[in-house]
């Protein structure tokens, strides 16, 4: 089992550019979410899915979007990018919630100039 | 609102000493809480569940609901040990949604 994958690893946008972050996990996941690492503030939420078609906002969704298709892939949307998005993220999965057990990605980090 | 301090970014201890990493959390319900940890060049995984009153890797936490706390714990600190540690709340019922701490990152020194 390839996991939690995410693609790409590295990426430099233009303030304005758009662009698609891919996640896919092969476990059967009912859960899905995204999270942003910035320095000194952990990671905090952008969107998550409890199944397919179902989206919910965390705690900072401004300036993304999501959708669940299928139950393997939950891509998150960079409309219109910013500086203020340059930072490193992550898409995590579990069986059913939070409460069980979280399988990360390896994470892209993205520059936004 | 839900919040999650980890008060110290870095803590550093030598091996076969006690390790408390630090973790007060803010929440006036019942919470879940969690530690996640990263290995170097490892990805971010689960290390232990309140809920699950586990110890993994020699690591307890317990939950002190009068000082808001669930420090984690290792009474021999092994190099091995050494990585990012996070602490996070999960608070209202139902909702799926974890709140993470800044992190602390410990090093075992030999």
């Known amino acids: 089992n390839a996991g939690v994958t995410q693609t790409p690893k590295f990426q430099v946008l233009k303030t304005g550019q758009s662009m698609t972050l891919q996640c896919a996990q092969d476990?059967?996941?009912?859960?899905m979410s995204w999270y942003r690492q910035d320095p000194g503030m952990g990671l905090r939420l952008i969107h998550y899915s409890v199944g397919a078609g179902i989206t919910d906002q965390g705690e900072v969704p401004n300036g993304y979007n999501v959708s669940r298709s299928t139950t393997e892939d939950f891509p998150l949307r960079l409309l219109s990018a910013a500086p203020s998005q340059t930072s490193v993220y992550f898409c995590?999965?579990?069986?059913?919630?939070?409460?069980?057990?979280?399988?990360f990605g390896s994470g892209t980090q993205l520059s936004v100039l | 609102a839900q919040r999650v301090t980890q008060p110290e970014k870095l803590l550093s201890v030598f091996k076969g000493a006690p390790v408390e990493l630090k973790c007060n959390y803010s929440?006036?319900?019942?919470?879940?809480l969690f530690w996640y940890v990263q290995y170097s060049r490892q990805r971010l995984q689960l290390l232990l569940r309140h809920i699950s009153r586990e110890s993994i890797k020699g690591f307890t936490a317990d939950l002190n609901k009068g000082e808001t706390s669930f420090h984690l714990k290792k009474p021999f600190a092994q190099e091995e040990d050494s990585a990012m540690y996070y602490c996070?709340?999960?608070?209202?019922?139902?909702?799926?949604?974890?709140?993470f701490g800044q992190g602390t990152r410990l090093t075992i020194n030999p």
């Open positions: 476990m059967n996941h009912e859960y």
């Open positions: 929440y006036s319900g019942s919470p879940e």
């Open positions: 995590a999965s579990s069986r059913r919630g939070i409460y069980e057990k979280l399988f």
């Open positions: 996070a709340l999960s608070g209202v019922q139902g909702a799926q949604k974890l709140v």
